[in-house]
């Protein structure tokens, strides 16, 4: 890895480096006493062993030119390792999660293991530690091949991946030290934040910089749905997370807003983190992975871009459909839910857009569990997009809202949409990059697929019934005018849903872990055989011309 | 790549971009999303017509219909009191004539499961059984008296909870804090066994109950009565009756003699109405405690 980095990449690291690693110990010396200078020396920890990594190949021979002549695919590699090994983790803490709400004694009497904190791992170590890195590792590679240029440099995509990484570190061990800002999906405080805006600025310029070098006279879709994911991404994680630290050696901070204003702010944060990490990150990955694995092209171009412009735009008036019935001014709530109704029509337009590009290819969907994670993703993404306009529409909320419904409907999209589109990206950006003719085992991905598809289906299932019945428990008065149940009766009614739902996460659990085998074994075999690759050739830098028509 | 080429499956015209390999097809947006599109639009148009919908400096279009969320909620807080007329009576009348009308106590037990469930249960169970730690409800065992005034007086003041006018009671650990030695403590401890276990006193323990009802009347009987039948003034525990907070085996009562004890019942006073502190002190005596 330090053999790609030129010589003046390799200072331009250890630069870096350093002022990480004196950032670090300037938080661990400024919160000594607190529980901040266990991260001071995390970040600290982390910075000097990478320097040493650096060191040891700072002589090693400079990559020649002729690397301008080749996609620049390390940091996809890593990142996708990365990705499947959150992926694993994240998954795993949730369904640990999932058992504790079937056996709450099983803490162990440790604050660690309660449920306020393992929570968080699991929520922040799928969507940023397994939906980020995947959206990193895809984004370097379609943007290559897109524009038929190499990444700007070698340095800047290492420094988004490792840094991120060392974002998702700090984020995941302080949810178990108790460290939180307690705003959901931006638990981190503000120190961790300050970092991530750093990474987000280097890898939007890296965007920026490979487009500005194109080849190709239009920017692909999948393009679009990549920047509007890191750009807005970048707003709604800066607005939200204006904060106050108690001082510069506590890891403790107070949020700018307050009352129904943070309130408002987090979900016009939170469900635009759904719309724009889980939604357009994804559709820019579907965009590429599923043409290109079916082979045939995307079903209308003028799909795409209603689609887009339709999602970009609607999705950021409905955050506040999270807000029903609540301190909210109604008019607020009025329009979350009407944007959130119209919002399904692009929704369904993207869906529809992916599943019309099958045609002509649904023999290839029969026979190629890749391409079917990718058909099935697109399903399940119309499906939880239906699910989510409709739970939007208040007199609906007020039977879903606080519910397990809510908690089956996320994992309609994160397992069904999110999950399998990126383990169908995955399985077919991996032989593609470690120039394989196939992953190690078709047989394992075919396993992978069923239990996934199992795993969903039962999850959603039980949370439905667990949710509606919930619900209906909750509002049911008796003809006296009081409530009929209590809450801890409704908790016993939950049981057996609960139950089911951790067998259900269990069974995707197990295949996030033949993905990741599968993965692993490829890569191990892929020094030994080398096969054609299947990509048009970059267009190297110093060769470049204007085309005809740009 | 060029403009006018055509796919061979669908027959429909491509764009002519192409990237790595990836076409797009030229096929028209679908009539079928115009129309939804229009529908949803149309949808919101009306809602926003009808409903609370944009701001206006400082004010917001109020809608046609004249909703408003808080004037609904006023709505229903004062419907649901009308359904509760029957609530009234429970407010006004003493507690023997509540006890007597049958149909006011059907609603106590509807009202009041919901209320014990939500407030009660965690400690004392969700059949009111207790558990270590916790009393027991339905056994007639009442520490602070099972008469309905004293029972709304606990839950109004709770139990070394803080409460200015609460109940204040502790057992003290005679061993921990070396009042009494080891030996001392086993033979009260057996002592207090046979309270409840006439059938010791015949046994081979008959010494250490004699030593040990010395040490009872020296230390326990200002609290626990000379004949063990507890005190409800002082919320000490009838120690003769067979029920048991912290549990009647040997190492149990050996535990609570030497580290002492002081549960906690929180003051209700400020998180529960009036007329829900009668309701659950109703529903308690119902449970099967009364007394």
């Known amino acids: ?550 | 790549m060029s403009v006018g080429e055509h796919d061979p499956y669908t027959g429909q015209r491509m764009t002519g971009h192409e990237w790595n390999g990836i076409k797009e097809l030229n096929t028209p947006v679908p009539k079928a999303v115009w129309f939804f599109l229009s529908v949803t639009a149309l949808f919101a148009f009306v809602y926003w017509v009808l409903m609370p919908a944009w701001p206006l400096g400082v004010t917001y279009t109020k809608g046609l219909l004249g909703i408003d969320q808080r004037e609904i909620v006023r709505e229903s807080v004062a419907e649901a009191a009308r359904q509760r007329s029957w609530a009234q009576r429970i407010a006004q009348d003493d507690y023997a004539t509540i006890q007597a009308d049958a149909g006011l106590m059907q609603k106590v037990r509807e009202s009041g499961r919901a209320l014990f469930g939500d407030n009660c249960a965690v400690c004392h169970g969700t059949a009111g059984k207790g558990g270590p730690g916790y009393p027991n409800l339905t056994a007639g065992a009442w520490l602070w008296g099972g008469t309905p005034e004293a029972i709304a007086e606990t839950i109004r003041v709770g139990i070394n909870s803080g409460h200015p006018e609460g109940r204040i009671a502790q057992m003290l650990a005679f061993g921990r804090d070396q009042m009494l030695d080891r030996a001392a403590v086993l033979n009260v401890v057996t002592y207090v066994q046979s309270l409840s276990d006439p059938t010791l006193a015949s046994g081979p323990e008959k010494e250490a109950i004699v030593a040990g009802k010395e040490v009872y009347d020296a230390n326990c009987a200002s609290c626990h009565g000379p004949e063990g039948k507890g005190s409800t003034d002082v919320g000490a525990p009838d120690l003769t009756d067979g029920f048991w907070i912290y549990g009647g085996d040997r190492q149990s009562i050996f535990n609570t003699v030497y580290g002492g004890r002081q549960g906690h019942m929180p003051a209700w006073e400020t998180r529960l109405s009036e007329l829900d502190r009668k309701i659950l002190t109703l529903y308690v005596l119902d449970l099967g405690g009364g007394k």
């Open chain 1, 1 to 550: 890895m330090i053999s790609e980095l030129t010589r003046g990449e390799r200072r331009l690291a250890l630069a870096v480096l350093t002022a990480v690693a004196t950032f670090g110990l300037a938080l661990a010396i400024a919160g000594r006493g607190d529980i901040l200078a266990v991260h001071g020396g995390l970040i600290m920890a982390s910075a000097v062993i990478l320097m040493f990594f650096v060191i040891a190949g700072f002589y090693a021979p400079e990559p020649g030119e002729e690397r301008l002549a080749q996609y620049y695919d390390t940091p996809t590699k890593a990142g996708v390792v990365l990705a499947m090994i959150w992926g694993v983790i994240g998954m795993g803490v949730g369904d640990w999660v999932a058992w504790l709400l079937v056996y709450p004694d099983m803490t162990f009497d440790a604050a660690w293991a309660s449920f306020g904190r393992l929570r968080p791992v699991h929520t922040s170590g799928v969507i940023f530690g397994f939906g980020g890195n995947a959206l990193i590792a895809t984004s370097f590679h379609v943007l290559q091949r897109t524009s038929r240029a190499r990444l700007p440099d070698q340095f800047s995509p290492w420094f988004v991946l490792v840094g991120y990484n060392l974002f998702c570190l700090i984020a995941a061990s302080g949810y178990l030290l108790g460290i939180t800002q307690s705003k959901e999906y931006a638990e981190p405080e503000w120190y961790a934040d300050l970092w991530l805006v750093v990474v987000w600025v280097v890898y939007f310029s890296i965007y920026l910089r490979t487009l500005m070098r194109r080849q190709e006279p239009h920017i692909y879709v999948a393009n679009w749905y990549y920047m509007a994911f890191i750009l807005v991404v970048a707003i709604l994680h800066i607005v939200n997370n204006l904060a106050v630290p108690i001082s510069f050696g506590s890891a403790k901070s107070y949020s700018a807003f307050s009352g129904v204003q943070d309130a408002m702010t987090q979900w016009w944060y939170g469900h635009n983190a759904v719309a724009f990490f889980l939604t357009a990150g994804f559709l820019g990955m579907m965009y590429y992975y599923l043409p290109k694995r079916a082979g045939r092209p995307v079903f209308s171009y003028r799909m795409s871009i209603l689609g887009f412009w339709g999602i970009t735009f609607m999705y950021m008036w409905a955050g506040s459909h999270h807000l029903h019935y609540t301190a909210l001014p109604q008019w607020v709530q009025t329009l979350g839910m009407t944007f959130s109704i119209m919002l399904i029509v692009p929704s369904w337009m993207a869906a529809a857009n992916a599943l019309l590009t099958l045609n002509g290819a649904w023999h290839k969907v029969r026979d190629d569990a890749t391409l079917r994670f990718m058909m099935l993703a697109a399903v399940f993404y119309g499906l939880s997009t239906f699910e989510g306009s409709f739970m939007s529409i208040r007199a609906v909320n007020s039977l879903s809202h606080y519910t397990d419904w809510t908690v089956g409907h996320v994992h309609a999209g994160a397992l069904g949409w999110v999950a399998l589109i990126t383990f169908g990206s995955i399985y077919a950006v991996v032989p593609w990059v470690w120039k394989r003719p196939a992953m190690y085992s078709n047989k394992l991905v075919e396993v992978h697929f069923w239990l996934s598809l199992a795993g969903t289906l039962v999850y959603v299932f039980a949370m439905w019934n667990s949710g509606i019945i919930q619900g209906l428990m909750w509002r049911t008065y008796n003809e006296g005018g009081t409530l009929a149940y209590s809450f801890i009766d409704s908790l016993v009614a939950m049981r057996p849903y609960y139950i089911a739902r951790a067998i259900g996460g269990l069974l995707f659990v197990i295949g996030a872990v033949v993905g990741l085998y599968n993965v692993w074994m490829t890569i191990r075999e892929a020094s030994a055989e080398r096969a054609d690759a299947p990509d048009a050739p970059v267009v190297p830098a110093l060769a470049r011309s204007l085309q005809a028509g740009e």
